[in-house]
């Protein structure tokens, strides 16, 4: 009898505790965050904070976006920084108009496809100087502010100078993928004179600093995009990598520039969701809406095993595209308005069996035809979408002496295999995982979101999409909600779906559905991280205020004034 009494104290505990939440969800979550003149949301509290200072200082959200990329540059080394590369989306109220900007870095001019298979190589390294491409994250800075910017870079730049000098708290989840960096890079040049702090990478609450990177800020704050690509910069990354082995000049430097280019959408039950087109994926969160739009996901349910199996077919198809067809638009015509368009889906659709997962899924005939993400708002109604990294978290291990930072390893995404879209020439922009995104109702801003995490990122948006759409959620309970993960041997420099893949669900999901999914067939895994890592900025028209969300997986924080 008192084993009976204690078993119901506890249901009726549980019971109360599902009712107390303000939210009405069941999952972990927190409150948004409500602010009328502005808004920044990053996955670092003090680059938060930088953005917020630059908008209450004359900035608009162009400048906040900078100013908090430099800064978790230097605090989050682990997902980006000026070795790397940038894309964004923005929203300019006066114009009523979408920009997209591609920022991605090129292929050294004196690097063959030869090199490679005469020296045996079937794929490009993953560290080391062979994968470094260009760095396009400082001319993408310069980008956004000649076209938009509101404040002088001096500016923006400062206070990242003065964390870099004075230093700041190291997080402990930084201080985690940085001690893993230490067992990958320990022995590469100069990575121990930048990223070592009494012998080791720094802990939880150390007091981090990165004079060499300050210098570095100063000398861009002072001669602007030609302080990075060229003089005293451009000429110790060359020199470092050329001496390393790798082949990226100073030339590949100098010659560098970005793209303007206009960002694609499709519409998912009114509202447009906007991505930007290849070299990068997003379109493949755009290819899996329009195959889920076909169905009626709300009377599913959220964590049922019939949404998570429909929503891994949908996305086995669009991967498979994406392993195919995602490349360089330079070099490759990539009938990308098709690809997204209502009628492709219509041809893809009745590869979804609503009963049974799919074991080999190829992608479709067309004829010829883990990072950081922030998000910024100001009081004049622009918003920006902004994602940048090094790849492979901290990069190519390769870190030029007195910079301050790390070079990426985007050139590792290329392919070795003749005739792929995606396959190495010089001078060409790597297939790229990183991918900003934007809603629009009505043509009117909506929100600005992303989410980090390699091949996550556009399962993680057509989450976030339907969760706010589909399943009513708030934009923070959207972020919080468990996620889906698919993967599989499909590598995405080509190759289809083989063997099924495998399914990782975060904790959350209730064990019932789990064994269903099992029953139709999927290979259920549970794994620690890799969902991915969200920060997004809503605009309410009506009452003319923003909200902010961000990460609770990682360090995240929205804040607003």
């Known amino acids: 009898m008192k084993k009976l009494f204690c078993t119901i104290l506890i249901l009726l505990s549980l019971k109360s505790f599902s009712q107390d939440r303000i939210t009405g969800e069941l999952f972990s979550t927190r409150s948004e965050v409500i602010a009328e003149n502005g808004m920044v949301a990053t996955s670092h509290p003090l680059a ?67 090199y490679f298979k005469k020296n045996n190589m079937t794929a490009i390294p993953a560290y080391g100087p062979l994968p470094v491409s260009v760095p396009g994250c400082v001319d993408g800075w310069f980008e956004m502010h000649n076209r938009f910017g509101s404040i002088s870079m001096k500016k923006i730049l400062d206070p990242a100078i003065k964390y870099a000098e004075n230093g700041f708290p ?23 004179e930048t990223y070592h702090l009494n012998g080791s990478t720094p802990k939880k609450g150390e007091i981090f600093k990165n004079p060499d990177l300050a210098n570095t800020f100063k000398l861009i704050a002072k001669k602007g995009r030609k302080g990075f690509y060229e003089g005293k910069v451009a000429q110790t990354i060359s020199d470092f990598i050329i001496e390393q082995g790798g082949f990226l000049s100073y030339d590949d430097l100098k010659n560098h520039k970005s793209d303007w280019i206009d ?6 039950r009114g509202y447009d969701v906007w991505e930007l087109p290849p070299n990068g994926q997003g379109i493949a969160a755009l ?4 195959l889920l739009e076909k169905f009626d996901i709300k009377s599913m349910g959220f964590g049922s095993a019939e949404y998570i199996h429909h929503f891994t077919e949908a996305k086995k198809i669009a991967f498979a595209d994406r392993a195919k067809y995602y490349a360089d638009m330079d070099f490759n015509k990539i009938p990308v308005d098709y690809l997204i368009s209502k009628e492709y889906a219509d041809t893809r659709i009745t590869e979804i ?11 479709g005939e067309i004829e010829n035809g883990d990072t950081i993400y922030l998000t910024t708002a100001d009081s004049e109604g622009n918003m920006v979408s902004l994602i940048q990294s090094n790849y492979r978290g901290m990069g190519s291990g390769m870190v030029p002496p007195g910079l301050g930072f790390m070079l990426q390893d985007r050139g590792e995404m290329f392919s070795l295999e003749d005739g792929h879209f995606n396959v190495y020439e010089p001078e060409k922009r790597p297939f790229h995982t990183i991918i900003p995104a934007f809603i629009t109702k009505d043509n009117d801003p909506y929100i600005s979101f992303g989410l980090m995490g390699g091949a996550m990122q556009p399962q993680g948006h057509a989450q976030i999409v339907i969760n706010l759409i589909d399943f009513e959620m708030n934009l923070q309970e959207a972020g919080d909600a468990p996620r889906i993960r698919h993967t599989s041997n499909q590598q995405p420099t080509g190759g289809n779906m083989l063997d099924g893949g495998e399914l990782s669900l975060e904790s959350g999901f209730d064990y019932k559905e789990i064994r269903k999914l099992q029953k ?9 991280g890799s969902f991915g890592g969200y920060q997004a900025i809503m605009y309410d028209k009506e009452a003319g205020v923003y909200y902010g969300a961000s990460e609770s997986r990682k360090d995240g924080s929205a804040m607003g004034y």
């Open 263 to 268: 960002p694609v959408s499709t519409n998912y």
């Open 48 to 114: 938060t904070l930088v953005g917020v200072d630059i908008l209450k200082n004359g900035g608009n959200a162009v400048d906040a976006a900078i100013a908090a990329n430099a800064a978790i540059g230097l605090m989050e080394p682990t997902g980006n920084g000026i070795g790397g590369d940038l894309f964004a989306i923005i929203w300019i109220e006066k114009e009523k108009k979408l920009y997209g900007l591609n920022a991605s870095g090129r292929s050294p001019k004196n690097l063959t496809l030869d």
């Open 170 to 192: 190291m997080t402990e989840l930084v201080s985690y993928y940085m001690g893993i960096a230490d067992k990958n890079f320990n022995e590469y040049p100069n990575f121990k």
């Open 520 to 528: 139709y067939g999927h290979k259920v895994i549970f794994s620690l």
């Open 353 to 363: 069996n609503p009963n049974r997962a799919a074991r080999t899924v190829s992608a």
């Open 287 to 290: 290819q899996i809406l329009n």
